[in-house]
């Protein structure tokens, strides 16, 4: 039995299918059949491959970016190349679609251009109407211009423009900045003696709340746009509340998010060194009692009630538990007195 597969050649177009002819022989008699197999993706390829020898030699217009098709070569869809007319190294980079054979997957514009003897290539953008991020023809040949431009500046283009992704990224609001800084402390782990965990909820509150200020005051801006007389004049609306305390933790959060947003490394940072110009936090010094004595004199103030303290003696039993089991203070202030035995 003897099967041959065979069909006229691609560029005649005139066919309906696949032809396939059997022979059969058997003893003294013979067996022919001739048949065809339909096969409507051949003839749309035929017709693909009819429209492709016309793709526009160069780009000319807008007309031609719309007409440019994948090329194709020895049976098969590949990319395309097509050079600007204008010249200058700038190309349209037509990928095919493997499934719509014919079609365009992209149209991205390209420059080729060397640098420091090195053939690169620079990678504008996808081939639209100037919208969403594409790029017309017009634009296309602007942004090669300011490619020239920089080569001629002994700039790389490509480089350059992974800086500016760069510094649009650190040009974000500083409010964006400031979430960014808490939801990191919120999951990061401190150690405190041999534990090492995330911080408490409490802490992570209060933070939320400190933050709260400095982006109602400042989080429009970016981080450039905050200059040192408007954060000191932040600081003094403290001040002249008498809540100094506050105000130091404020410019300590305001400073490490100056520093966290610092992608550039260019050092500026308005909430630092303010020492100068702020009134200065005097804290009470409160030593901790170690002599026996001093000791002694502490344990008795505390063992008696306090008769005129508010809600009964409360906070005397906090203090008698404290100074008996020395936990955190936090632990007691949480602690629910179902919890006691």
Known sequence: MFVTVCSPPLAAGRFVGIFVGIVLVSGEQTFTAIFAIPNEGIEQM???????????????????????????????????????????????????DVRKPGDAASKLWRMGYRFHGRQKTYSIGPYGNGNDGTFSLADARRERDKAKDLLKDSKDPSTEKQLDKHRQAAARPFEQWADEWLAKKKVEKVKRGRI??????????????RVGYIKDRFGKLCRQDI?????????????????????????????????????????????????????ANISTPRPGVTESRDVTRVFKLISAPWTRARFGDVVGLALRFDALTIPRPGMVNEMEWSEVD
């Open 196 to 209: 090492v965990a995330v911080r408490n909820p409490k802490t992570i509150e209060v933070l939320e709340l």
């Open 46 to 96: 035929v017709r693909k491959s009819d429209d492709a020898s016309t793709n526009p030699e160069q780009i000319r217009t807008d007309v031609d970016c719309r007409a440019a098709r994948p090329k194709f070569d020895k049976g098969a869809w590949s990319p395309a190349k097509i050079s600007d007319v204008t010249g200058g190294g700038l190309y349209l980079f037509v990928t095919p």
């Open 227 to 279: 200059k040192r007389p408007d954060v000191l004049a932040f600081m003094r609306s403290y001040e002249a509340e008498g809540k100094l305390e506050t105000r130091d933790r404020v410019r300590s959060i305001g400073e490490q998010i100056c520093d966290y947003a610092d992608v550039e490394g260019d050092g500026y940072n308005p909430f630092r060194n303010l020492n100068g110009q702020m009134m």
